[in-house]
C-alpha cells in the first residue's frame, strides 16, 4: 500500500521568530518513503535538521515577521496490515527493564502519575499482567472519556482528563500513559499520521494524531485508547515522554495559527 501525506500550515508572526519544527516523517520510517519527503517554507527560510534526545527528526528555522507557511508531502510505502497484536506480550518486572525504559515510569508535565496511582491500582490491580492490562486500561480510557475536537486544551494533563472526562487524542493517549506507568509499565506518547484506511471516512478528520506506545518483552507495542482497535496506516512522526516532547511546533516568541490543513490518503492505482 501506499500512503500520501502532507500539510499547509501557516503562522502569522508579529517579529522575528525562531522555531523548532518536528514535521517530518520518523527517521525509523526513512526506509519506508518513496523518492524524497519535502518541506517548503514561504518565504523561503534556511531549516538546519537535527535529532533530540529522543531520536525524533526536528528542524531550526527563523520565521520573518509577517507570515510563514510550512508545507510538506511524503509518499510513504506501508504494509496495510491493521496494527498487530501480541496477546502473550509479558509485562517485565522492574528489575528487567533496561535504564533506558526507567524514563517511561516516572512522571512528566502532561502525565502526573503521583495524582493517578491509587486510581490506577484500585482500577487495574486484578487485570493479568502483560498485553491484558494494557487494553484494559485503553478499555477503561475509550469508556470514561467522551472525544470532540470542541474539548481540544492544550494545557489539560491525565489527571485533568480524568477528572473531566473529555477530550481529543491527545487526551485519551496522556490518560492511558499515566495509568500504564502507574501500573509499572513503560509507556511513551506517540505522535503522527492516522488517516481514515479501512475505516468510515470521518466528516471532521485531523490526520495528525496522537496514540501511545507500551513496552512489553522488550519492545514497544502500539495502542490507541481513543480508537481503541487496530488502524491500518499509522506513520510515525515523534515519540516522547508525552506531547511536551513532539510539539508540531514550538515558536519561541508570539504567533498565530491562520492555517492547518493536514492529509493522509491511500494512493489508489487508476
Known sequence: MLIRTGFDIVYETPAVTPMVIMLSIHPSRAGDIVGAETLVTEPDVPV????DSFGNACGRLTAPAGKIRLRGEALVRDSGRPDPVALEARQ???????????LYLMPSRYCETEKLADIAWTLFKDTPPGWARVQAICDFVHGHVEFGYQHA????????VYQVRKGVCRDFAH?????CRCMNIPARYVTGYLGDIGVPPDPAPMDFSGWFEA???GRWHTFDARHNKPRIGR????TGRDAADVALTTNFGPVVLKKFVVHTDEVVAP
Request: aromatic content about 8%.
Open 153 to 160: 486544551d492544550a494545557t489539560r494533563t491525565a489527571f485533568n
Open 175 to 179: 490518560l492511558a500513559v499515566a495509568l
Open 235 to 238: 506513520i510515525l512522526m515523534g
Open 48 to 51: 538546519r535538521y537535527y535529532r
Open 92 to 102: 517485565l518486572a522492574i528489575e528487567e527493564l533496561s535504564d533506558a525504559c526507567l
Open 215 to 217: 513496552h512489553l518483552s
